[in-house]
């Protein structure tokens, strides 16, 4: 089971409460946790990634383990740690200004 955390503003969007449990078969990559998150909450589509590119939205940022993987492939494997459900998903909204 892959734990997600998800910032305060997309959890009252989806309407959950704290962490999001996924069930994922297959190879688990920042595409495949965001692809299912998108199908569970489709009201999430967009937020997070671009929809035609499906490219990271500027401003949020992921990781997991104590490591930005905002910049990683999409299409790379996440940390075993998150694939085990040890370790959560977080995707952060960032914070920019003077």
């Known amino acids: 089971m892959i734990r997600v955390v998800l910032p305060a503003h997309l959890r009252t969007l989806a309407k ?3 962490e999001v449990s996924l069930d994922l078969s297959g190879e688990v990559t920042q595409a495949a946790i965001l692809t299912a998150i998108e199908q569970r909450y ?3 589509a967009g937020t997070i990634r671009d929809h035609g590119t499906l ?3 500027p401003f949020i940022r992921f990781f997991a383990c104590g490591e930005d993987l905002s910049h990683e492939s999409p299409d790379s494997p996440v940390p075993e740690q998150v694939v085990k459900g040890t370790e959560p998903f977080m995707v952060v909204g960032a914070i920019a200004g003077g």
């Open 16 to 18: 959950v409460d704290g």
């Open 42 to 44: 489709p009201m999430l």
């Open 55 to 57: 490219k990271r939205r």
